[in-house]
T-cell receptor
Framework: DAGVTQSPTHLIKTRGQQVTLRCSPKSGHDTVSWYQQALGQGPQFIFQYYEEEERQRGNFPDRFSGHQFPNYSSELNVNALLLGDSALYLC????????????FGQGTRLTVV | KNQVEQSPQSLIILEGKNCTLQCNYTVSPFSNLRWYKQDTGRGPVSLTIMTFSENTKSNGRYTATLDADTKQSSLHITASQLSDSASYICVVTRMDSSYKLIFGSGTRLLVRP
């Protein structure tokens, strides 16, 4: 049983470019949440997807957008990259957006130069 | 304000020794509290999850306690091993329609031989 998988594991982009990160949830999970984790900090909530819709959103600008597909996988898109977007991006999946265990992927390390 | 604060920020101990990490929270209404272990550059892995009615929960050499009255939790690591070197993150779930996870900044533990 595969856990949460994210791709790519590492990525280097230039300021102003756009990036797409991908996440496949744990088998049986239908809810995907995305987090941004700066070095030495705890994860910061970006948004959550359930039933192919954005259900909740953290304090992130519109440059951050996402999508969930019918198979529950999800993408995180970031436009007009800034140097400050460099971080570890984590995806977590759970069974419905409720009070259940959340499992994290290994993350995508994004470096903006 | 819904916050999770952890102490100490970092900790260095010798292999074989015990240590205790602290977590104080102001999240309300409270649903559950989780401790995650995060290796550098990797996604968090769940250690324990406790609801309001649970005072203690163990996972091998890890024992978490919860005092819901004082809104405090601790994670005790017994007979530390080099592989325990990681960040330990306390996460509190808010009991509302969002079941939002609120993360602490983590305690960075280094176990030295």
């Amino acid at each position: 049983d595969a856990g949460v998988t994210q791709s790519p594991t590492h990525l280097i982009k230039t300021r102003g470019q756009q990036v797409t990160l991908r996440c496949s949830p744990k088998s049986g999970h239908d809810t995907v949440s995305w987090y941004q984790q700066a070095l030495g900090q705890g994860p910061q909530f970006i948004f959550q997807y359930y039933e192919e819709e954005e259900r909740q959103r953290g304090n992130f600008p519109d440059r951050f957008s996402g999508h969930q597909f019918p198979n529950y996988s999800s993408e995180l898109n970031v436009n007009a990259l800034l140097l400050g977007d460099s971080a570890l991006y984590l995806c977590a999946s759970s069974v419905t957006p409720g009070n259940t265990e959340a499992f994290f992927g290994q993350g995508t390390r994004l470096t903006v130069v | 304000k819904n916050q999770v604060e952890q102490s100490p920020q970092s900790l260095i101990i010798l292999e074989g020794k015990n240590c205790t990490l602290q977590c104080n929270y102001t999240v309300s209404p409270f649903s559950n509290l989780r401790w995650y272990k995060q290796d550098t550059g990797r996604g968090p892995v769940s250690l324990t999850i406790m609801t309001f009615s649970e005072n203690t929960k163990s996972n091998g050499r890890y024992t978490a306690t919860l005092d819901a009255d004082t809104k405090q939790s601790s994670l005790h690591i017994t007979a530390s091993q080099l592989s325990d070197s990681a960040s330990y993150i306390c996460v509190v779930t808010r009991m509302d329609s969002s079941y939002k996870l609120i993360f602490g900044s983590g305690t960075r533990l280094l176990v030295r031989p």
